[in-house]
């Protein structure tokens, strides 16, 4: 059914939703993975880099672990992973790689917001099914550790 999936992974809870669900669902239609973590280039994070210098660096470091350990649990699973780390606007440059990957699916997580926060940030996923021609795959479903385990079993990598 799918054979280029794009995670988006971040690193929070709701990033790791979308990472199991997306790999098992990977997994089951045997795939490509791609992996992006955006690291969001906001105005502070600007500031503080003209102020204490390398900020972005640190940040993107930080970014760069969060990714490499989304890409380790893939592994686990037996999901081989393409992984990219870009600095920018999330939305926009999850579209812009599902894009030049040619995803057919993109895999998010889901953080709910206020009707203020919505207003000032946007919807990530509202930009990204306006701007993607593949499917949309807003990830709720929490696997537990324990199942998510037995599946890691299954497959060999427990």
Known sequence: ??????????????????LREGALLARQCGAKVFSLSVLPETEG???AEG???DVVGQQMEEYRGILERGVAVLKRLGVDSVA??????????????AKEVKADLVVLGHRRQSLLQRWWSGGTG????????????IARNAI????????LAKSGAA
């Open 126 to 137: 509202a930009y990204i099914s306006d701007h993607v021609s593949c499917s949309v795959l």
């Open 51 to 53: 102020v204490y210098g």
């Open 144 to 151: 537990s550790d324990e199942a998510f385990a037995a599946e």
């Open 84 to 97: 990219k780390l870009v600095v920018g606007e999330p939305a926009p440059c999850i579209g812009a790689y």
């Open 45 to 47: 994070v600007l500031m």
């Open 1 to 18: 059914m799918y054979s280029r999936i794009l995670l988006a992974y971040d690193g929070t809870r709701e990033g790791a939703i979308a």
